[in-house]
């Protein structure tokens, strides 16, 4: 719904990734004074590599990680960057820079920084200031139209003194790539032998003439798997589903090297790793691609927000919690979309919301509006550890209409569902060799690229 009125709110966005970034932007067009806190020293979140994990948990089990990347060395993007851009802003070709269609996490970075600076967003942003604690102010279990947040940050390496301050709204951006998610295995505890998640996986040296076994048939584990290839003994590759690629299947008929299993079993003290079919293999190491789980430490909402196995909620629209709305707000929670386009339409109704400009359901309405989304989740049986996994064009554009958002341009979707299939079939050459060049030609002639030349983000 939209409304006429116009307020300026003190609104702290806490990380400086995509999401936080587009955030900062959109909140400051609607007039807001915005405060974004990043831990780490420059913008980029998740695609701001950091090489050194020394002294980092090989199993990310703390709650307060050293190292928030999880971006391995030759980490390439798994989408063409066409389709990655914002809308005023796409992710262009520049000379002297990675120039592939499908460039290496570097480049993103770049974007993002490029991005940043071209809209002056940088100003607002408290560089290795890490948040400790946010909660409600004066809460007395009734939530009022006027909730105020206390926010406690820290700023990192240098003072270390607690900073308090009081916001208007509080805006969560700090991505779900960062908390590994670990499977439980009987005997795991007590395996002697290297275990590490991805998460702090950077290159292929250290596992050089191991055998190792890789849990985890995703994208990451399938990149990880094959760049092991090239320096391991021999790479087991223990994955749910024993259905796989077209692309994989070709990559293990080649490579001798390379085995495919089932779940693991047990873990034994000797260093057998047993699959659930019997079969074993004595291991040096096992590394767990295995997924992220959200969390968010800092945030006291007195049980109102939880965590559950991976939904988080309730959130409406995956968005906001109704009985805290607008005033507090998730941006990037869901998964398994085009993320950038999306992320901007999240910041464009989070900031209009809170200028007053468009209003949301009653809380009665946003919470109907959840259990039907549950339960339509629960009829189709998908786990609730996927309640964010989206993987819809149209829900993309459905959320767009809340705040008069375009929808996904066909094609950008015609590219996103070209490149899935060409990674499919093609699992080792997709990233270099492709067919779509008629769908490539029609992207680079619309109006996202031909409004923007190159030369006009030359900063």
Not at 274 to 300: H, Q
Not at 347 to 361: D, F, H, V
Request: include cysteine; hydrophobic fraction near 35%.
């Amino acid at each position: 719904m939209v409304s006429e009125r116009n307020q300026s709110k003190k609104v702290c966005v806490i990380g400086a990734g995509p999401s936080g970034l587009v955030a900062a932007r959109e909140l400051r067009k609607e007039g807001h004074v915005v405060v974004v806190l990043e831990q780490n020293h420059d913008v980029g979140g998740q695609w701001l590599y950091e090489p050194n994990v020394e002294g980092e948990d090989p199993l990310g089990r703390n709650t307060f990680l050293k190292v928030h990347s999880s971006i391995y060395g030759s980490l390439r993007l798994v989408s063409p960057r066409e389709i990655m851009g914002f809308t005023d802003f796409p992710f262009l070709v520049k000379k002297g820079r990675d120039m592939r269609r499908f460039p290496g996490h570097g480049e993103l970075y770049l974007y993002l920084k490029d991005f940043c600076d071209w809209f002056g967003l940088r100003e607002m942003i408290r560089f290795n200031t890490r948040v400790e604690y946010v909660g409600m102010l004066d809460y007395s279990g009734v939530i009022g139209k006027d909730l105020k947040w206390v926010v406690k940050s820290k700023e990192i390496k240098k003072t270390e003194k607690v900073v308090e301050e009081v916001f208007d709204a509080v805006v969560v951006a700090t991505g779900h790539y960062s908390k590994p998610r670990l499977p439980t295995i009987k005997g795991m505890d007590a395996w002697k032998r290297k275990q590490m998640h991805s998460h702090i996986y950077r290159t292929p040296e250290p596992y050089r003439n191991e055998v190792v076994v890789v849990v985890g048939n995703s994208l990451s584990g399938q990149d990880i798997s094959m760049e092991l290839l090239e320096v391991a003994k021999e790479v087991h590759l223990s994955s749910r589903s024993l259905k796989i690629s077209e692309g994989l299947s070709k990559v293990i008929s080649k490579n001798g090297n390379l085995h495919l299993h089932p779940q693991i079993d047990t873990l034994h003290e000797d260093g057998r790793v047993l699959f659930v079919d019997g079969s074993w293999v004595i291991a040096n190491s096992i590394l767990y691609c295995t997924g992220y789980s959200y969390t968010f430490p800092f945030l006291d909402s007195k049980g109102i927000i939880v965590v559950d196995d991976d939904r988080v909620g309730p959130l409406y629209e995956h968005t906001f919690p109704p009985s805290l709305a607008p005033s507090l707000s998730f941006i990037g929670v869901p998964r398994k979309i085009i993320g950038f386009p999306f992320f901007e339409s999240q910041a464009k109704w989070i900031s209009q919301l809170l200028s007053g400009k468009r209003t949301l359901p009653s809380r009665d309405e946003m919470m109907q509006s959840i259990k039907e989304f549950y339960h339509s989740r629960d009829a189709a049986c998908i786990p609730k550890y996927n309640t964010h996994d989206i993987a819809q064009f149209e829900y993309c554009d459905k959320y767009g209409d809340h705040v008069g958002f375009p929808h996904l341009e066909e094609w950008r979707k015609q590219l996103c569902i070209s490149a899935l299939i060409n990674a499919d079939a093609n699992l080792e050459t997709y990233r270099d060799s492709w067919d779509d060049h008629e769908l490539l030609q029609e992207a680079l002639q619309s109006p996202h690229f031909t409004q923007f030349p190159a030369e006009s983000f030359t900063l």
